[in-house]
């Protein structure tokens, strides 16, 4: 038989078969009873070979007659072509349609959508093919040993692989398994090798010896196994890495051809001799269970470790068949078909996945089942236990009464462990590793199938082969329970009291004697801890997490609290742990409550138990169970259980405080059986809360009213704006209410409602409140009428009403208010603060101003000095006086230079700059203010004197600047104008000379002597508007007269000398009046014109000194008098 193949025929007949292809014709046959179906008519000589495509509706054929024919599945010949020589390989594309077609000098590639067959030269001939599992890649393997690689698109080559030795390549095939990320081919040739290799030509590990040549090779569907077979005559099955495992048909001659059914695990395989075989393969489950650790075989040849609770995995390569696995603690006991492999952990670490060889037993043997201990290896035969060291050596073998069915380790010291063996007689024994002695626990009457023993020894659990769970005593061997079509069971290795057993697609829970809690689970029961269940189903162990809920709930209504909370710890949800936790706190079992909780975090309940066990300790005579359980209804939220359970512990007002936390005021109310009017009041107030906390402010405030809580409800009103409502609660009150008025008032104050808030202090009787708001409310008029009442606020209000005077600017009301309160000093401090800021700030008017005040508040301050007969003071305050009249004029003036050099314009004419800028050179020549910059004067002065023609005034003024620290924006221009005024003339125009009145000596433009003539020293008086000199001259009286008689004298009419007076003529119709004066005021020798020539006679400057008749004489008009007060002398100036 060169090649049969198999595929579902067709989906609608779901019939199997299988296409035989022989050397006289092909052969259809039903692959399921093998029954003959029908010859392929078609080929006119030996068909060599046969492939279905990946659905099963079209198959090839190929053989000597050069023909490769397309089959429907009804065997129905639907289209032919030609090659040049022999077909000897057909492989249909695993994902399209396409066949790829191979003989001895080329190969095709064919697709229904083509309309003729591309070929393509071969330098040898074509033994095999096969396509990748993505169908964009062929193998396709010669004759010679080489093997090429093809692309489906235009067929050329993209690897070539030259394997040693030359030898034909019989069969490859690429891996169909489509989890596998590398695509693998295994090629086997007569060189009797196995090799593996990835796509791009890169061998896979090395290759393995077959012992024969082959003449097939199939890989399993799902890529993890091979079948060869050759010369061997049969076919072995091999591992995906090429590890023999065991033979699987033995064919009794060469086998050349091989397949596996698509969907189920036969095996069809052909002989030399004609003969074709059918073989169902079975993987049966190897593994072991201890506690949360599953070892099973993967593959055949690994061995995976299961942490089932952490979920961990770790594989042992065995490369090898693994026959048996058996798992203790921290052994693993592997056998293979020649010797058993003993694994230990790493560590003593429970976490810990990582074994190591420990012992080899190199021995082959003949067991049905294996359980490893601490030091030994148990092998199970029929009726013999046999016990080996880990050396090899048999220490002790039992001899049973029959053969052994079930065996467990039970646990036990190192080297001796204890064995739960079920016997097929029904018989239940005990083994001990280091007792000859079997112990019989229990007889049953039917075969044993499955044992387990329970947490604390002393319960039985038996499944026999009637599928019936039975449950003993071991100490009284009485039977406990029964429960049917059980098929494996488990106890709880948490809780000696819980097992559970499977039984026909279903898991039972069962707790002590009660009901079985069912729900549905496939698969078989193999172990159980705490509330995870091991279930093995379809050959996979799962962990199943099962909430012990309904086990819980029975021993919660049975009121065994403590066996409940056991079962709780191996696994409930928040919601049973509460279930417990308020059951058991409703019965009082404080300790299981308080545990429940804990475990739950829930924080509140737990600060309630310790409350109640507080009170306990106390032993208050209150604390009674229906009050404890009363407040954990009112605490739970069950508030008419909880009324109840007040009322029934005598404790009716609790009842009321709760309804009234809760707002039910209504039901409050039926259980306020006393009329005391204090638990009214109360109830009234906690009303009112509740509707302050519900944003209905009004009808709180008419509850805390009610209530007589005033202070609650002016809190409200207040908050809320409410004016009419603090009025009314502040009328309502009488003084007794000191708190509640005060805070009424300070709510007007805040809502500047100052009326009331007076009315509410006069209410108390508080002046000093009520002075302390007319200050605030700046109503001065009232507070003046208090002080008018009360002279003792004198001082605390008009020194407030001064700081308001003078922060608008009020400054001489302020003063007059200082004065009042008797604090001069303090209007002082205030203007010069205001002085000081002025200045900083750059504000020179205003510094002009206040200056000029604080010299006239000095003088004030010299005048009561002066009364108070202290000399000294005076002169201090005389000398502040001068001071600031003289900062007065300098700050004066500066403010319009400054705004010169500042500001891009300015009003003033160049003559007014010029004197400005002259009179603050020559009232500078010592100490300069603070805040007036020198350079700004000599630079105004610079540039007026330059454009005015005082060139020598000018020069100077640019020698100056050269000497100071210049600002950037005037250095340029100053140079300049330095370099370009000495090409004028070094003198000044005589017209700008300044002349003195007293004198008439004309005085230079740069003055040495400062402000005054040069000549007779008299000081110059300005214009404070254009700043030119102007023609006044100072006098005094004679020493006899007074400042108020000179005044007098000056004020008189002055004498005339003859003259008629007014005259009237009549002439006619016409009336005329006239006046002749004849006096011509001519002074005599001692004539003021007199005493301003004798000067002369002077050393010093000194005020010319007049006598009364010239006062007398002198013309009112001409006359300027400075009247300043006290001590300081009138001031006397004609013009």
């Known amino acids: 038989l060169p090649e049969l193949n198999m595929k579902l025929k067709s989906w609608h007949k779901k019939v199997l078969t299988k296409v035989v292809s022989t050397q006289s014709t092909g052969r259809v046959y039903n692959a399921v009873n093998g029954e003959f179906i029908a010859p392929l008519k078609g080929h006119k000589d030996a068909v060599y070979c046969v492939c279905y495509n990946r659905d099963g509706s079209r198959f090839a054929s190929g053989g000597a007659d050069k023909t490769v024919i397309i089959w429907t599945d009804d065997l129905v010949g639907i289209l032919k072509y030609q090659h040049n020589e022999a077909i000897q390989s057909v492989c249909y594309n695993p994902v399209t349609s396409h066949l790829i077609s191979c003989t001895s000098i080329d190969f095709g590639i064919w697709s229904p959508e083509q309309k003729s067959v591309v070929k393509h030269k071969v330098s040898n001939k074509i033994t095999t093919s096969s396509w990748t599992k993505d169908g964009q890649y062929a193998a396709l393997g010669f004759y010679s040993g080489q093997i090429s690689i093809r692309a489906l698109k235009g067929g050329e080559e993209r690897v070539k692989i030259d394997r040693p030795g030359g030898a034909p390549i019989w069969c490859l095939a690429w891996n169909p398994a489509k989890t596998e990320a590398v695509d693998i081919m295994a090629v086997a040739d007569w060189n009797q090798k196995l090799s593996f290799y990835q796509l791009n030509g890169r061998q896979v590990g090395k290759d393995r010896h077959l012992g024969f040549d082959p003449g097939c090779l199939r890989w399993y569907p799902g890529g993890e196994y091979l079948l060869i077979g050759g010369s061997n005559k049969e076919v072995g099955l091999y591992t995906k890495e090429g590890i023999y495992l065991t033979k699987i048909v033995d064919m009794g001659a060469w086998a050349w051809c091989v397949d596996v059914f698509p969907s189920q695990n036969y095996i069809i395989a052909g002989s030399h001799d004609g003969s074709i075989k059918v073989t169902q393969l079975n993987f049966n489950t190897v593994h072991g269970l201890y506690k949360d650790r599953y070892a099973y075989r993967e593959n ?32 693993l006991a592997v056998q293979l078909p020649d010797k058993i492999i003993v694994y230990e952990l790493y560590s003593d670490d429970v976490s810990d996945m990582h074994y190591r060889v420990k012992d080899k037993i190199m021995q082959r043997f003949d067991c049905n089942l294996l359980v490893v201990t601490a030091h030994h290896i148990l092998l199970c035969k029929d009726h013999r236990l046999q016990a080996y060291a880990f050396s090899g050596a048999k220490e002790r073998e039992w001899v049973l009464e029959a053969n052994i069915r079930y065996i467990k380790v039970i646990g036990g010291p190192p080297g001796k462990e204890g064995l739960l063996v079920g016997l097929r007689n029904g018989q239940v024994l005990k083994i001990f590793v280091d007792n000859p002695f079997p112990m019989l626990i229990i007889k049953q009457p039917q075969c044993i199938r499955c044992i387990d023993i329970s947490m604390g020894r002393d319960k039985l659990a038996i499944i026999d082969e009637t599928q019936t769970c039975s449950v003993y005593d071991i100490k009284t061997k009485k039977l406990l329970f029964q429960e049917p079509n059980a098929t494996s069971l488990a106890w709880n290795t948490h809780n000696g009291d819980m097992m559970c057993f499977s039984s026909n697609g279903y898991l039972n829970i069962k707790a002590s004697n009660f009901p079985v809690h069912q729900r549905k689970m496939q698969g078989y029961v193999v172990g159980f801890t705490g509330s995870k269940i091991f279930c093995l189903q379809n050959l996979t162990m799962q962990a199943v997490d099962v909430p012990q809920s309904a086990p819980m709930n029975q021993y919660i209504e049975k009121k065994m609290f403590h066996t409940a909370y056991n079962v709780a710890c191996l696994g409930v949800t928040n919601n049973d742990w509460l279930n417990l936790a308020n059951e058991a706190l409703e019965n009082l079992n404080l300790e299981v409550a308080k545990n429940a909780f804990t475990r739950v975090r829930e924080l509140r309940y737990l600060e309630f138990i310790s409350n109640i066990e507080e009170r306990k300790q106390s032993k208050a005579a209150e604390t009674t169970n229906n009050l404890i359980l009363a407040d954990y209804y009112a605490f739970k939220g069950e508030f008419q259980e909880a009324a109840k359970m007040y009322k029934k512990s005598g404790n009716e007002d609790k009842a009321m405080a709760m309804f009234s936390d809760l707002r039910q005021f209504e039901n409050a109310k039926d259980f306020l059986t ?8 109360g109830l009234i107030k906690r009303q009112a809360e509740w509707c302050k906390s519900t944003n209905d402010p009004g009808s709180a405030i008419d509850l805390y009213m009610a209530a007589s809580a005033f202070t609650e409800a002016i809190e409200i009103a207040g908050k809320q704006k409410w004016t009419d409502k603090l009025v009314e609660i502040m009328r309502q009150l009488d003084k007794s209410y000191v708190e509640d008025l005060r805070g009424c008032a300070l709510h007007f104050k805040e809502l500047g409602k100052y009326e009331f808030a007076a009315e509410a202090y006069q209410k108390l009787g508080e002046l000093n409140s009520l002075v302390e708001l007319y200050i605030e409310s700046h109503q001065w008029q009232e507070a003046f009428t208090l002080c008018e009442d009360h002279p003792e606020f004198k001082e605390s209000v008009y020194i407030p009403y001064a700081n308001f005077l003078a922060e608008n600017d009020k400054f001489d009301e302020a003063q007059e208010a200082y004065y009042i309160a008797g604090k001069p000093t303090e209007a002082v401090k205030v203007l010069e603060k205001l002085t000081h800021n002025a200045v900083a700030e750059r504000r020179f008017d205003d510094a002009s101003y206040y200056f000029w005040k604080l010299s006239m508040a000095y003088l004030k301050l010299a005048n009561q000095a002066q009364s108070r007969g202290s000399e000294e003071e005076v002169n201090q305050y005389l000398d502040k006086f001068q001071d600031y ?22 009003s003033h004419l160049p003559e007014a700059l010029f004197n400005m800028a002259r009179f603050l050179l020559h009232n500078l020549s010592q100490e300069i203010p603070y805040g007036v910059s020198k350079v700004s004067i000599l630079y105004a002065l610079a540039k007026q004197s330059k454009n005015m023609g005082a060139y020598k005034m000018a020069r100077h003024a640019f020698d100056k600047l050269q000497q100071l620290v210049i600002p950037r924006r005037f250095q340029q221009a100053i140079d300049l104008s330095s370099i370009t005024i000495r090409s004028k003339p070094f003198q000044d125009k005589e017209e700008l000379l300044p002349m ?20 007779c020293q008299q000081p110059f008086v300005h214009s404070f508007y254009a700043f030119e000199v102007l023609p006044l001259v100072e006098f005094i009286p004679e020493n006899g007269i007074s400042d108020l008689e000179a005044v007098k004298l000056i004020n008189q009419d002055p004498p005339t000398t003859g003259g008629k007076g007014w005259q009237e003529t009549n002439q006619g119709d016409v009336q005329t009046m006239s006046f002749e004066n004849t006096n ?27 006598g009364a008749e010239i006062l007398k004489k002198m013309p009112r008009s001409e006359i300027v008098v400075l009247k300043w007060g006290s001590p300081l002398r009138y001031q006397f100036i004609r013009i």
Not at 300 to 329: E, F, G, H, S
Not at 674 to 681: E, L, Q, V
Not at 887 to 906: D, G, K, N, S
Request: with cysteine; charged share 25%; aromatic share 12%.
């Open 996 to 1015: 003195c009145s007293k004198c008439s000596t004309t005085n230079p433009l740069l003055n040495q002597m400062g402000n005054q003539c040069i000549n």
């Open 300 to 331: 055949m040849t690994d061995v995976i470790i299961q942490n089932l609770l952490q979920d961990q995995k770790v594989k042992i390569k065995c490369r090898d068949w693994v026959k048996k696995v058996a798992i203790y603690k921290y052994r």
């Open 674 to 681: 006393s009329s005391d009017p204090k638990n009214i009041k």
């Open 1080 to 1106: 011509t005021s001519r002074y005599d020798e001692d004539t003021f014109e007199t005493r301003l020539q004798n000067w002369e006679s002077m050393t010093s400057y000194q005020p010319v000194e007049v």
């Open 885 to 906: 009249q003289h900062r007065a004029e300098i700050y004066y003036v500066y403010q319009t230079l400054h705004r010169y050099t500042e500001e891009p314009f300015t």
